[in-house]
C-alpha cells in the first residue's frame, strides 16, 4: 500500500542551529501539506502544495521557515535558525482533489535544545 | 485558529462500550472528516461525510452531521483496547481542499 514517506523521524538540535525535513508524499498526489502538531493539539497548516506552486501559506512564519516542492512531487520544509518554541511534530501529508481525504507520514519529532 | 472543537477532550471507557466523541464548527462546511491518531504516529482517515449527507456508517464506526447545528459525532461500538488514540474532527470549508482539525479527543479504552 502507497505511503508517504517522511525523513528524518526524530531530530533534536540546538537553537539558532538550521534543520530540514523531507516528505515524499503518494505518487499521483498533486496536493502536498505540511503540519506542526503541538503535544496535545490538533495538526495546524502551515504550507499548501499544489503541484510545486503553494496555495496556503498564511501560518508558515515566513522569517525562519521556507518550503519547496521544486518539480511537484518531493519536498522539504526549514527552518532556520531554530527556536524553542519550534519543538513540535512535523507531519506531512498529501492529498488527491477529490475526495480531499489527507494521508500522512509518520511526522518529524523536532526537539530544539 | 481552529474550526472544530471536539467534546470531551478526554474519554476513558472499559473494553465493549461504545465511545461517543462530538465536534462543532463555526462555518459552512463542504464536507467533515474524522481522523485517528496513535501516540507518536500520522493521522489516519477514517470516514468523510458530505454537507448533504445526514449519516454514515463503516465498520464499527457511525458519524452522524447536523448542519443546522454545526456539529457531527462519532460513534464508536463495542470498543477495543486498541482502539485506544486520540480521533479528530477536520472541516472542510471549500476551496483548495484545505482542511481545519480540531483539539482532539484522547479515548483510552482498558481491557
Known amino acids: 500500500e502507497a505511503e508517504v514517506a517522511q525523513s528524518p523521524r526524530y531530530k533534536i538540535t540546538e537553537k539558532s542551529q538550521a534543520v530540514a525535513f523531507w516528505c515524499d508524499p503518494i505518487s499521483g498526489h498533486a496536493t502536498l501539506y505540511w503540519y506542526r502538531q503541538i503535544l496535545g493539539q490538533g495538526p495546524e497548516l502551515l504550507v499548501q502544495?499544489?503541484?510545486?506552486?503553494?496555495?496556503?501559506d498564511s501560518q508558515l512564519p515566513k522569517d525562519r521557515f521556507s518550503a519547496e516542492r521544486l518539480k511537484g512531487v518531493d519536498s522539504t520544509l526549514k527552518i532556520q535558525p531554530a527556536e524553542l518554541g519550534d519543538s513540535a511534530m512535523y507531519l506531512c501529508?498529501?492529498?488527491?482533489?477529490?475526495?480531499?481525504?489527507?494521508?500522512f507520514g509518520a511526522g518529524t519529532r523536532l526537539s530544539v535544545l | 485558529s481552529q474550526q472544530g472543537e471536539e467534546d470531551p477532550q478526554a474519554l476513558s471507557i472499559q473494553e465493549g462500550e461504545n465511545a461517543t466523541m462530538n465536534c462543532s464548527y463555526k462555518?459552512?462546511?463542504?464536507?467533515l472528516q474524522w481522523y485517528r491518531q496513535n501516540s507518536g504516529r500520522g493521522l489516519v482517515h477514517l470516514i468523510l461525510i458530505r454537507s448533504n449527507e445526514r449519516e454514515k456508517h463503516s465498520g464499527r464506526l457511525r458519524v452522524t452531521l447536523d448542519t443546522s447545528k454545526k456539529s457531527s459525532s462519532l460513534l464508536i461500538t463495542a470498543s477495543r483496547a486498541a482502539d485506544t488514540a486520540s480521533y479528530f474532527c477536520?472541516?472542510?470549508?471549500?476551496?483548495?481542499?484545505?482542511?481545519?482539525f480540531g483539539a482532539g479527543t484522547r479515548l483510552a479504552v482498558h481491557p
Open positions: 462555518t459552512s462546511i463542504n464536507n
Open positions: 502544495f499544489q503541484d510545486e506552486s503553494v496555495v496556503d
Open positions: 501529508a498529501s492529498s488527491l482533489e477529490d475526495p480531499n481525504i489527507q494521508y
Open positions: 477536520a472541516t472542510d470549508l471549500g476551496g483548495y481542499n484545505k482542511l481545519i
